[in-house]
């Protein structure tokens, strides 16, 4: 699915019913993904009905529910050529540029 032109709402909408579906395709109940994730039933609901939650409970669901190998893919940099990986290197070396001192 092409998600270039949605909506960040419409994203969060979809992946809440993939999440809410493949937790009961496991015929899986919330409070038992939320105990074997640790966490509460309230903040298992909340992340399926697209309520603020952390990262780290988005983590620990996928685990519970053997999808951490999509997450990983999420950020993974796209090293298509030498000089990407080159790039990609530099960058992880970069650190924040001193200020300036002001005058006056």
Known sequence: MDLIFTKPS????????????????????????AARAGVGVNTLSNLENG????????IRVAMVLGRLNEL?????PKLDSLDDVRRYEAGAKRHRAKRKPKNG
Not at 72 to 76: A, G, V
């Open 51 to 58: 309520q603020n939650v952390t990262f780290e409970t988005v």
């Open 10 to 33: 419409e994203v969060t909408e979809l992946l809440c019913e993939r999440l809410r579906k493949e937790r009961l395709t496991r015929q899986m109940t919330q409070a038992e993904v």
């Open 72 to 76: 990983e893919e999420l950020f993974k």
